[in-house]
């Protein structure tokens, strides 16, 4: 058949994404762009917050229209979605009748034979497919339909949480920590860059604990300088890095190796010590201010990306001013803030004070509007400045091109929009002048 894989939520949900679209081509599907050219739709979806599930309910009705009308012959829904409510497989049949069949994350391999049964069949409990806890790991060997622009990709390096924060249910549907070994990902980077691809942006539940399962302490630094090592592999990107865990050697690492770009997302969710222990972060608030000092310090220029949670139970509004006073200290050059979401069988979800959604909402927007401003002061300060900036792709008007710069992760950070004489190809490195900016993004001249 040919398959339309569409992947909602997180960069390592596209990444699982890749890995089932490269199984089905292995069993003899097609992988097509667009859904209204496709025979069978497989959504994966994303739970993390009650906001994503609603998504991804939203979407699977939405493609549930092209079957009734007959557009469609076949449609799957994979990933947390279905993990997370494998309890309520019934309800879910029910809910979404027109779905041929559910898979876990850890189920995906699976599919090609489901897809060769009867949908739903005489039983449709065996169409509902998820692991009562997540092993799978795709590695070097798992064939790879890329979803993403040429040059760049994301590699996962590590699968699962060993934390137990108190707000978060991602251990119960993705399983533990584990990762894969040093040797494999490099081979992977080498399968990418051979692709073509010239920036590697690592993501894992937890990136800063790679390697604690395979060789008794984390070895990010070790893989770091390792990847750096693979030809044609301009920046190397560290994403989703748990604070407990970023270290001495990790610093240094980002500070010393060449292609590792002076840029790091840290998850910090909070900086009040009293949240932060009911959070169960095991991080208090000195520890958090010390680590950004220290990350200032020690890496001239970086780029911190972070988010936080607001509305957590039994926050109050002197917690909110705390957590305020020390965004305008800090000045994160990239901030993401969430709105508590009560979780199913997550200690926060029974804890007592949980704040009114309005509470968290007003919440939500002060803290956004002061990250706005700050984000804005930042850009000015790129004002005059030469910088590398790489091509993502051409915009609409002839002579701009839209890019980024080494403290713009992709999909979720800011961009550049660059003015140039000459022709230029997504994936190339261009000198330029940063000659205006806005609240998130810069507008540059090649040089």
């Known amino acids: 058949m040919r398959v339309h894989v569409l992947s909602l939520g997180c960069a390592r949900t596209l990444v699982d994404s890749e890995g089932l679209a490269g199984i089905l081509e292995r069993a003899g599907h097609s992988i097509t762009e667009e859904p209204a050219q496709a025979d069978c739709v497989v959504v994966n979806t994303c739970a993390f917050i009650r906001e994503a599930e609603e998504e991804s309910v939203r979407t699977i009705l939405d493609i549930a229209q092209l079957k009734k009308e007959g557009r469609l012959r076949r449609l799957y829904v ?6 997370k409510r494998r309890g309520e497989s019934e309800d879910l049949l029910k809910l ?5 069949g559910f898979l876990g994350p850890g189920d995906l391999s699976k599919l090609p034979d489901l897809m060769g049964s009867d949908p739903r069949g005489s039983d449709p409990s065996r169409f509902f497919v998820t692991s009562p806890v997540p092993t799978l790991l795709f590695d070097s060997l798992t064939p790879r339909h890329r979803l993403t622009p040429r040059h760049f990709a994301y590699l996962k390096i590590s699968e699962g949480c060993d934390h137990a924060c108190a707000f978060c249910s991602i251990p119960q549907f993705r399983g533990a920590h584990r990762s894969r070994t040093i040797e494999d990902l490099v081979q992977d980077a080498r399968q990418r860059a051979g692709e073509g691809v010239v920036e590697l942006n690592l993501v894992g539940q937890d990136t800063s604990y790679y390697g604690a399962d395979l060789y008794g302490r984390p070895r990010l630094p070790e893989l ?10 301009g920046w190397i990107r560290l994403l989703y890095a748990h604070p407990a865990h970023v270290t001495d050697d990790l ?14 997302d840290i998850p910090l969710q909070h900086v009040n010590d009293q949240l932060l222990a009911a959070m169960r972060r095991e991080t208090d608030g000195t520890q958090i201010r010390r680590l950004v000092e220290r990350l200032r310090t020690e890496i001239p220029a970086v780029a911190i990306r972070t988010t936080f949670i607001v509305g957590f139970p039994g926050e109050t509004d002197a917690q909110v001013d705390e957590l305020a006073r020390w965004m305008e200290e800090a000045r994160f050059e990239r901030v993401g803030i969430f709105p508590y979401s009560p979780e199913p069988k997550t200690p926060a979800e029974r804890m007592p004070g949980q ?22 002061e930042i850009n000015q300060t790129w004002l005059g400045r030469e910088v590398e900036v790489l091509v993502d792709e051409p915009d609409h008007d002839p002579g701009l091109y839209l890019g980024r ?31 205006d900016t806005t609240e998130y993004d810069l507008v540059a001249e090649a040089l």
Do not use: H, N
């Open 405 to 435: 710069t080494y403290a713009d992760a992709p999909e979720v950070d800011g961009q550049v929009f660059l003015r140039s004489d000459q022709p230029l190809a997504p994936g190339r490195f261009v000198r330029a002048k940063i000659i």
């Open 224 to 233: 770091l300088e390792r990847l750096a090592g693979v030809k044609g592999i």
């Open 251 to 264: 610093i240094r690492a980002i500070r010393e190796i060449a292609p590792v770009v002076k840029y790091i």
């Open 96 to 100: 979404l009748p027109e779905v041929d």
């Open 355 to 376: 704040v009114p959604e309005k509470v968290r909402r007003e919440r939500l927007d002060r803290l956004m509007r002061l990250q706005q401003g700050i984000a804005e």
């Open 78 to 83: 994979a990933g947390c979605l279905p993990q």
